[in-house]
């Protein structure tokens, strides 16, 4: 299996965790990584992961003219999402073998082998992830029924008919704020499954995350494997997960109006930022020693002062995560209040 995804140095070691994960469960994959900066780059080649193929965001841009005009009528996380179809497509022009490629997000960690999605894949061109709301949260749909963080295509026709019309969608418009009928680089996969033949929107078991979690689906067995509604786990997207410093994190529960959460914390959060903290500074920095690669987050003043008063707040200490009381319920009952509406 082929996956790709996207990330800069500052991501590292999501990346990583990431990239064990997909080891783990699933060894003979080869996983592609767009390297944002050159510090990330020059720090995989130097470590030579095995079945991690390194590029350079540089190159891509260089095989394709039409993305400078999006480079420069955008901010840097909406040019982000345009490169969304462009490096399926361009990984498909460079190494004419891969025959089906996952572009995923680099915060998704898998807790089994994903070959089980692609069981049936001769039936199918383009597959997608749906968000699968709770009811709390239906009001997001607003922004795309599917989300764009685990989605395959094959080098075939179809599939790369659909990859060059959203490469032009997104970089005719794709922009971080709501319209109608778009909004970055996700609401035109609405339109997919009447466009296209053969597309398969991916089982239960992909996309668990926390826009659609309960404390009551997470099970877990003698023997450590995690189960999400009685089916084994195949991986969960930690999106809204951040690291204020080594071991405070903001969990990003609140925002999606999760408070039964003791299994979740235990069974998926702990095991995740255990494995964020195999990468110490030292081991990250190990070939980049005049121009270091930090592993906390960028804060300014103001969002530093944020995160620490109304963020989900928790201390990651002797292997355990405990919840920080603070001022977060206000983001809590926010959310509430937009959930009724």
């Not at 925002?255 to 095991?271: G, Q």
């Amino acid at each position: 299996m082929n996956f790709c995804t996207i990330f800069d140095s500052n991501y590292l070691s999501r990346g990583l965790a990431m990239y064990n994960s997909l080891m783990k469960n699933s060894p003979n994959s080869e996983l592609y990584i767009v390297c944002l900066d050159y510090k990330l780059y020059e720090f995989l080649l130097e470590c030579k992961y095995t079945n991690i193929i390194p590029i350079l965001l540089s190159e891509i841009e260089l095989n394709n003219p039409k993305l400078e005009k999006a480079k420069n009528n955008r901010s840097y996380v909406e040019y982000i999402f345009t490169l969304s179809p462009s490096i399926p497509l361009f990984l498909f022009k460079k190494f004419p073998h891969i025959e089906m490629i996952t572009s995923l997000d680099a915060d998704v960690y898998f807790f089994s082998d994903p070959a089980i999605l692609f069981k049936d894949a001769n039936a199918f061109s383009i597959a997608v992830t749906p968000h699968r709301f709770t009811n709390r949260m239906k009001y997001l749909e607003k922004y795309g029924h599917y989300n764009v963080s685990f989605q395959t295509f094959k080098n075939d026709e179809i599939g790369n008919t659909c990859l060059m019309k959203w490469e032009n969608d997104c970089i005719d418009w794709c922009y971080d704020k709501y319209e109608k009928t778009r909004f970055a680089d996700q609401k035109y996969l609405d339109d997919w499954v009447n466009i296209y033949p053969n597309v398969k929107i991916f089982a239960n078991g992909s996309g668990v995350a926390p826009w659609n979690i309960k404390d009551k689906d997470i099970t877990c067995d003698d023997s450590g494997s995690v189960y999400y509604k009685n089916d084994r786990l195949i991986y969960f997207h930690f999106h809204g997960l951040r690291n204020i410093s080594s071991n405070l994190f903001s969990i990003g529960l609140n925002e999606y109006l999760v408070t039964r959460r003791t299994k979740i914390i235990k069974y998926l959060y702990v095991n995740y930022i255990k494995e964020l903290n195999m990468f110490s500074e030292s081991e990250i920095n190990k070939f980049n020693r005049n121009d270091k690669i930090k592993r906390g987050m960028k804060l300014g003043v103001g969002k530093y002062i944020y995160y620490i008063f109304l963020a989900d707040l928790y201390l990651f200490k002797e292997g355990k995560l405990n919840r920080i009381p603070n001022f977060n319920f206000v983001r809590y009952i926010n959310t509430l209040i937009k959930s009724i509406k």
